[in-house]
């Protein structure tokens, strides 16, 4: 039979362990920041968040060459595609921004790819991962806030997206919480490391809640009060 090799100092491979690399180091880390289960997250966020502005961009170009094409979201006043595209909101830097979102969420996916190759990046690549999904959801914030009390019509598509930023910006913070990359009190890391699909669902529940306010008469009207 062939023989195991022992690891150094004789310790036994930790059980459970299920990441790719068996890399020690994340054994005491979340299971969500390990490399696998992670890079799942931002595998299945970045396709969702590209498929969705992937789909806007189809539907734009289409109303550049007809104005009056009706896009496949336009289901009435206040649920259209079209209604907002039409907005200087939509092209806040001069294009439209489903742009960025085809660009972003394709860095988004390479990295979680490589994650399951099996690569690994440097502090510097996490940072600058951090600095990107921050302004993105800031970015989807003031997007948000501007649908609902400016042009008081929801995009769904843009919803998809915005959606799909949500557990990609609390994920990303954690994990680099979880990793040291951003200093935090060992304390707030193990919070911040249990809690985080609480946190991503109260983000879910506050975001519902906004819109049933911000379209409460439209509510009400449908439901004949």
């Known amino acids: 039979m062939p023989s195991i090799s022992k690891t150094t100092g004789g310790a036994a491979p930790a059980q459970g362990f299920t990441d790719s690399a068996g890399n020690p180091e994340e054994q005491g880390l979340p299971p969500m920041t390990r490399a696998r289960p992670f890079a799942w997250l931002l595998v299945t966020t970045g396709i969702i968040g590209w498929l969705a502005s992937g789909i806007l961009v189809l539907e734009k170009l289409e109303t550049l060459k007809d104005a009056n094409y009706t896009t496949v979201c336009d289901i009435n006043p206040w ?16 294009f439209p921004n489903m742009f960025i979102g085809i660009v972003a969420f394709a860095i988004i996916i390479t990295t979680g790819m490589g994650l399951l190759a099996g690569a690994t990046f440097g502090r510097w690549y996490w940072l600058g991962l951090q600095t990107g ?28 997206v915005w959606a799909a930023m949500i557990p990609l910006f609390v994920w990303v913070t954690i994990r680099n919480v979880a990793h040291k990359v951003i200093p935090v009190s060992a304390g707030l890391a193990k919070t911040l490391g249990d809690y985080g699909w609480i946190i991503t669902a109260l983000l879910y529940v506050a975001a519902i809640a906004s819109i049933f306010f911000a379209f409460l008469n439209m509510f009400v009207g449908n439901s004949g009060m």
């Open 79 to 94: 649920i259209s595609c079209g209604q907002v595209m039409q907005t200087w909101q939509s092209s806040v830097f001069g």
């Open 133 to 160: 999904v921050t302004l993105g959801f800031i970015f989807v914030i003031w997007l948000w806030s501007q649908a609902l009390y400016d042009i008081h019509v929801l995009c769904p598509f843009c919803m998809v």
